[in-house]
């Protein structure tokens, strides 16, 4: 499985990383990308429901990570409780996660991984990490237009 950091700012990828597939691979994954990550100040994370776990929002919270993961609330109780949702901060993260689906996207599309070309987890991570880094080159350009 292929996991990526983006800046919601603009949109450009910060980690890549590649794991074997598991339950809990991509709630791993996110951790292990916020452990690399630099700086001290606080910082936001925006997932899907697929992270709304007691467990990895209490992991968040410990990083000092405001954890902003959409609620699950299909036959259960969420793991998000007010004091973050009724932040504002809260629903523009909700509204700027699905940019994540454009790198994905592109990747497939354009980035040639629909299919890898290569066999086991380096050569596979090493494609794939190349990919979303030609992925902020053709950001770029639209970026220092708009600025």
């Not at 992270?51 to 990895?56: E, G, Q, V």
């Not at 969420?78 to 990747?107: L, N």
């Amino acid at each position: 499985m292929g996991h990526v950091t983006m800046e919601n700012r603009n949109g450009l990828v910060v980690d890549a990383t590649l794991t074997h597939a598991s339950g809990t691979a991509e709630r791993e994954a996110a951790l292990d990308m916020l452990g690399r990550m630099e700086g001290r100040h606080r910082i936001t994370l925006a997932a899907d429901k697929a992270y709304d776990t007691a467990d990895f929002v209490a992991a968040l919270r410990d990083i000092k990570v405001t954890p902003h993961v959409a609620q699950n609330t299909t036959n259960r109780r969420s793991a998000i409780d007010g004091r973050t949702t009724h932040h504002p901060g809260y629903a523009v993260s909700q509204r700027i996660r699905k940019r994540i689906e454009d790198v994905f996207g592109w990747a497939k599309t354009s980035g040639g991984i629909r299919k890898t070309r290569h066999r086991g987890k380096d050569r596979v991570g090493w494609m794939f990490t190349l990919t979303a880094t030609a992925y902020n080159l053709v950001r770029l350009p639209n970026l220092l237009t708009t600025a």
